[in-house]
Antibody, heavy 119, light 107 residues
Framework: EVQLLQSGGGLVQPGGSLRLSCAAS????????MNWVRQAPGKGPEWVSV????????FYAASVKGRFTISRDNSKNTLSLQMNSLRAEDTATYYCAKDWGVYRFFDYWGQGTLVAVSS | DTQMTQSPSTLSASVGDRVTITCRASQSINSWLAWYQQKPGKAPKLLIYKASSLESGVPSRFSGSGSGTEFTLTISSLQPDDFATYYC?????????FGPGTTVEIK
């Protein structure tokens, strides 16, 4: 059974940093691209970042580029998102999500973790 | 960027009703469209991909159609478990974008 178990998140002041993690199991982690998707309260989801299976191809949404860093450790089946210079508009529930395969839609999601940026 | 819109934003319906949700893309996305269902406090759940392909385990009362810029999600006979918010997502091009959602409420 595929499972994505998230940790991290919480309340942080503007300009602060936070690190999210996602522990994967139930599939061959290194074979799949992994994503972070966020959802602000009452809004639709917003794709944030993707990293390919080998960890050498990465894309970011324009809204986070230069501030967020995605990474993965295939030896530990973990995905991470380092978030720096956080802003109020980064407040959202963050999900890790597995690519279905060749195409970029998402067949499994983590349980979500709330990131609140406020003074 | 490809902008996604959905209509209606809210839909009131009764158990047994046939329900149709529309999703439009700002440019052609061929058939590279997925639909998700989300319940409060939960992650989205994949229902349909490639506009009309049903994800494994999803009830056959869900169906999708369309190509290019206009797509529909149809629930043939609404069940109590179907009251939720539905999102479309295009995966034709980076950045991969979602619609704002359609909430199906109990009438």
């Amino acid at each position: 059974e595929v499972q994505l178990l998230q940790s991290g998140g919480g309340l942080v002041q503007p300009g602060g940093s936070l690190r999210l993690s996602c522990a994967a199991s139930g599939f061959t982690f290194s074979n799949y691209a992994m994503n972070w998707v966020r959802q602000a309260p009452g809004k639709g989801p917003e794709w944030v970042s993707v990293i390919n299976g080998g960890g050498d191809r990465i894309f970011y949404a324009a809204s986070v580029k230069g501030r967020f860093t995605i990474s993965r450790d295939n030896s530990k089946n973990t995905l991470s998102l380092q978030m720096n210079s956080l802003r109020a508009e980064d407040t959202a529930t963050y999900y890790c999500a597995k690519d279905w395969g060749v195409y970029r839609f998402f067949d499994y999601w983590g349980q979500g973790t709330l990131v609140a940026v406020s003074s | 960027d490809t902008q996604m819109t959905q209509s209606p934003s809210t839909l009131s319906a009764s158990v047994g009703d046939r329900v149709t949700i529309t999703c439009r893309a700002s440019q052609s996305i061929n058939s590279w469209l997925a639909w998700y269902q989300q319940k409060p406090g939960k992650a989205p759940k994949l229902l349909i991909y490639k506009a009309s392909s049903l994800e494994s385990g999803v009830p056959s009362r869900f169906s999708g159609s369309g190509s290019g810029t206009e797509f529909t999600l149809t629930i043939s006979s609404l069940q109590p478990d179907d009251f939720a918010t539905y999102y479309c997502q295009q995966y034709n091009s980076n950045p991969w974008t979602f619609g704002p959602g359609t909430t199906v409420e109990i009438k």
